[in-house]
């Protein structure tokens, strides 16, 4: 697990943290200790892995479903987004339309409606 944790913190600039965490892990560190310097977002990493070393479960399995997962939450919280910006967007456009609409569209109708005085 200290082979991969080490790899990967080389590998993938924003992953630097794992290189400490593998080292902590090597001193016989405590898993949970151990991963504390990581970052937050490094959360699902420590969870998949931590299963792996507990259960001896195959971690690419574990890391495939992980990653998976964390990339359909990713779809989901952008699509949940989008919805929330669309609703946020209709008050805007109603308040600037609507009077538009009815000084080009329904006064004119309305006036062209009454008979001409003359």
């Known amino acids: 697990m200290t082979t991969l944790l080490e790899s990967m913190g080389r590998c993938i600039p924003q992953c630097s943290a794992l290189r400490t965490v593998a080292r902590c892990l090597e001193m016989n560190m405590e898993w949970d200790k151990a991963w504390e310097p990581a970052p937050a977002w490094l959360a699902p990493l420590q969870r998949s892995l931590g299963f792996a070393q507990a259960t001896g479960a195959p971690a690419s399995a574990l890391l495939r479903n992980t990653a998976q997962l964390q990339r359909r939450q990713r779809v989901q919280h952008v699509a949940r987004c989008g919805a929330q910006f669309a609703t946020k967007l209709v008050l805007p456009l109603g308040a600037c339309a609507l009077p538009a609409f009815?000084?080009?569209g329904v006064v004119p109708l309305i006036i062209a409606l009454?008979?001409?005085?003359g």
Request: no cysteine.
């Open 102 to 104: 009815i000084a080009l």
């Open 114 to 117: 009454f008979p001409h005085f």
